[in-house]
């Protein structure tokens, strides 16, 4: 084949490619959500909470294996980072300090006359709180997905990796999306701490305000004990509390299920099914053992604060299988199930950004910016004509073929198309058309010496290739910048702009020159152009 | 054939002196205003919450401003935007120091659908940003345009010279800052978009230079690397140029005045820039950029007036013609 068959094949098969790859553009051109409408939050981690469950952990079966290998102890207290035992025999030092080796390995351990002080070191610190925005963005992905949002995007953004992005497009629920991102949905069995002098332990209930629960004890709660209150509303708007004393230290959390579902108990009312996994249904063991005929309150965490949802007494020992139940409608009943199955997000995570967009937002702005922008290219078209005349057609084909190019591999690479994103297509025909300028101004210097049409087409694309070269790379050069600052519709333009420029090379230098040639090609000489 | 200029032989650099006065001059306006009047930051900055109203019948804008204040959200903004027949409201409330705001688009809504009633109006965009966000934002945007001069600067370093890199970016701040007067004045809104505007402008003010700069390299190759009269060299070079650069500008400016008009209200502030900076842009790759050339080379001469012509530019067109010649092969 001839060295002319083979450009033409290339153009061809580059327009053919691109154009199944976007045809039909409502199916393939990913919009961005402030073109299809769309939820855009972002959210920020605060990994402590992932600590202090990590120290609320080891307490728990530290706590449980001094018992187990009776060993005595004064207290054992939670600390920023890491436990503090206090009044261990010495006698039992080897003993705790296999404990400790075993629940708490890598942890600093510094003993000092039966008073223990572990801390969690920075390495140490720093992965779990890494692993925390992991298992929280895993966390997030699940119950995104169970909302049925058609290609969310969730991804952690920001140098130090505790910032999570979340992109729901077309969801018109924005409210429900965020109670759901943002519940932590821990779950916590805490063993209820009864006033002394309690007698009634299956009939005893919380007083109603805080400070009647605190003046039960004497003004002032033991240590490991924290006031969780329950809420009810009653039909009438009523809103009434009851302050329970709960341990500090949870038996097990919401980490520890391995299913939940919502179901029904014997008197039809709505309640959560839970199955908890192998080493958290021994620990629940020894706790109901140990609480038999005594309350325990089932404590769900959310960014607004703890409360109590339900507080049933242990009729038996529980050791895989238990059953939540309180005040569930259907509805509450299978968001709680799910969460608990999604599994709790081990940190605190707040909104520091939402941006969401109707969409008839959207289309309205799809519709002005497709406008504007046929209208440019069409001004941009008929001045070529005007100007250039036959060289114009050429000029204009090219433009064609770089917006056809453009909106093919946006398709084809999957990238967004954003408003911006529209602005920078039609930006990109400016300034192609600054490349086939270039070479047309060249062209008319060179024929303007005197040269024949063929030499100064060849002398005019040639010399004005460096100068285009130049020309893309500052502006390449400047799109780089943008699309490492920007964010969503802002790097769309970036992309949208490289992209363009990219074919414009392709288009202004490489296609330009094969219509010349194809339309001059056969005939020996050239005596004039129309340029 | 048609054709915007024919056979131009327009002095530019004759009258450099007075075009760097004038752009000086503007220089300084531009600062004066942009410090004086401020320039509106975008919420994406600021922070707040903003949210995008339609109303069923035409909105009281007055009224729903009480209504917000009366609910405690001072100092809001209430604007109608759009065509008056599509009963739009944008409503912007500012951060409150201290507080825990996460929730303040999603309120600022219910507030309104409290006192107006639930069909009153549909939302077409909310947002939020945090306080935290905004700062950073601002850091990057700045980083960013800095980042992307320091970026023209080495390109153009590695492919002319120092000083012609140089140059271009002494032109290209000069183009930022006057559109940043320009913005200010009108009292436009600056949005993530218009940083890209900015940043867009970087590099199409480059674009305009670089074409000019390649040249007059291209002319002083020719002439066997010497510069001779460099001034009448960059005449030379600008009026052979000079068709180019006016229609590629007028046809980018075509396309985004289109944008301006057209393009929605979303589009508008970023069209601005572009519609303002391309002007800007074209006018300081004449008479900006080119004059530094001279008077770097001018200032070299007075330093050492014997070497003129084996430093500087003078020695440049062999260096750089070799870089050419070693890229085409």
């Given at each position: 084949m001839s060295n002319m068959t083979w450009k033409l094949l290339i153009i061809v098969g580059a327009v053919a490619l691109s154009v199944l790859s976007f045809y039909p553009p409502k199916e393939k051109i990913n919009l961005g959500l402030d073109l299809q409408g769309g939820s855009h939050l972002l959210l920020q981690v605060d990994t402590s909470a992932a600590i202090k469950s990590e120290v609320d952990l080891a307490i728990n079966r530290v706590g449980q294996l001094l018992k187990e290998k009776t060993i005595a102890y004064a207290s054992i207290a939670p600390t920023d980072n890491g436990v503090d035992l206090k009044g261990?025999?010495?006698?039992r030092d080897a003993d705790v300090r296999e404990i400790f080796d075993t629940i708490t390995p890598g942890w600093t351990i510094t003993p000092s006359e039966g008073n223990w002080t572990v801390r969690i070191p920075d390495r140490l610190r720093q992965e779990i709180e890494a692993s925390s925005v992991d298992t929280t963005l895993t966390v997030l992905r699940q119950r995104i997905d169970e909302l049925g949002v058609k290609e969310p995007i969730i991804q952690k953004q920001g140098t130090a990796g505790d910032r999570i992005v979340v992109e729901l497009p077309g969801l018109d629920d924005p409210e429900r999306a965020r109670r759901l991102l943002q519940d932590q949905a821990k779950l916590e069995w805490k063993a209820v701490v009864y006033p002394?002098?309690?007698?009634d332990y299956e009939g005893w209930a919380p007083p109603t305000t805080q400070e009647a629960t605190l003046a039960m004890f004497g003004g002032a709660l033991p240590p490991n004990v924290e006031l969780v209150p329950q809420v009810f509303n009653d039909a009438g708007g009523t809103k009434t509390e009851m302050w329970w004393p709960l341990q500090n230290v949870a038996a097990i959390v919401g980490n520890d299920l391995r299913s939940a579902r919502r179901g029904n108990d014997q008197m039809q009312r709505n309640v959560v099914d839970f199955i908890l996994s192998a080493d958290a249904g021994k620990r629940f063991q020894a706790a109901t053992r140990e609480n038999l005929h005594k309350k325990m309150a089932i404590v769900l965490g959310s960014s607004k604060g703890k409360v109590v949802i339900s507080a049933p007494v242990i009729n038996d020992v529980i050791s895989d299988r238990g059953q939540i139940s309180g005040r569930f409608d259907v509805k509450s009943a299978e968001d709680l199930a799910l969460k608990l199955r999604s599994g709790a997000i081990p940190t605190a995570v707040t909104i520091i950004g939402e941006t969401t967009v109707g969409p008839s937002l959207g289309r309205d702005s799809i519709k002005a910016g497709v406008f504007a922008s046929l209208l440019g290219f069409a001004g941009v078209a008929l001045f070529m004509l005007v100007y250039y005349r036959l060289s114009g057609v050429n000029a204009v084909i090219a433009l064609l073929l770089n917006v056809v190019l453009v909106l093919g591999a946006m398709a084809y690479f999957g990238s967004t198309l954003t408003l911006p994103g529209i602005a920078g297509l039609i930006l990109t025909v400016g300034m192609a058309v600054d490349s086939n300028v270039l070479i047309f101004e060249r062209i008319r210097e060179e024929l303007r010496l005197g040269k024949t049409v063929r030499t100064a087409i060849d002398q005019g694309f040639g010399r004005a290739f460096g100068t285009i070269v130049d020309t893309h790379v500052t502006t390449i050069v400047s799109a780089f910048f943008l699309f490492t600052y920007g964010t969503g519709p802002v790097r769309g333009f970036a992309v949208t702009l490289v992209i363009g420029l990219l074919f414009s090379m392709f288009t202004a230098v490489f296609v330009s020159r094969v219509i010349y040639d194809l339309v001059l090609g056969n005939r020996r000489n050239v005596e004039s152009l129309s340029i | 054939m048609l054709q915007l200029f024919h056979d131009p032989k327009i002095d530019?650099?004759?009258k450099r002196r007075m075009w760097v006065a004038v752009s000086l001059s503007l220089i300084v306006i531009s600062l004066a205003v942009v410090f004086s009047r401020g320039i509106r930051m975008g919420i994406e900055f600021e922070g707040g919450a903003e949210v995008q109203l339609q109303y069923?019948?035409?909105?009281d804008v007055p009224v729903v401003r009480t209504q917000l204040e009366k609910a405690g959200y001072a100092g809001a903004v209430v604007t109608t935007i759009g065509k008056?027949?599509?009963h739009e409201i944008y409503v912007r409330v500012p951060l409150v120091a201290g507080a825990k705001d996460e929730d303040m688009a999603p309120s600022v809504i219910r507030t309104l659908k409290a006192a107006e009633g639930e069909s009153a109006f549909t939302v077409r965009s909310q947002a939020y940003i945090g306080p935290t966000v905004g700062r950073e934002l601002i850091k990057k945007a700045l980083a960013a345009v800095l980042g992307s001069m320091g970026g023209m600067l080495v390109y153009i370093w590695i492919r002319f010279e120092f000083q012609w890199g140089l140059a271009a970016v002494v032109a290209l701040v000069h183009d930022t800052i006057i559109t940043l007067g320009l913005f200010s004045a009108f009292g436009f809104e600056m949005s993530l978009p218009v940083v890209a505007a900015f940043l867009t402008l970087v590099g199409y003010s480059v674009n305009d230079t670089v074409v000019i700069f390649d040249r007059i390299r291209e002319n002083l190759r020719s002439k066997?690397?010497?510069?001779?009269n460099l001034p009448d060299l960059i005449n030379v070079s600008m009026n052979q140029t000079l068709s180019r650069t006016m229609l590629t500008s007028l046809l980018t400016w075509i396309v985004c005045v289109f944008l301006f008009i057209l393009g929605g209200p979303a589009l508008r502030d970023f069209s601005f820039v572009m519609v303002v900076g391309i002007i800007v842009g074209t006018y300081s790759s004449i008479y900006i950029a080119s004059p530094i050339l001279v008077v770097w080379q001018e200032w070299l001469g007075a330093r050492a007036k014997a070497k003129v012509v084996e430093s500087g530019l003078a020695t440049s067109p062999k260096a750089t013609a070799k870089k050419v010649r070693a890229g085409k092969a």
């Open positions: 261990t025999d010495a006698s002394p002098g309690t007698s | 530019f650099m004759g069923a019948q035409a909105p008056a027949e599509d066997g690397g010497t510069a001779g």
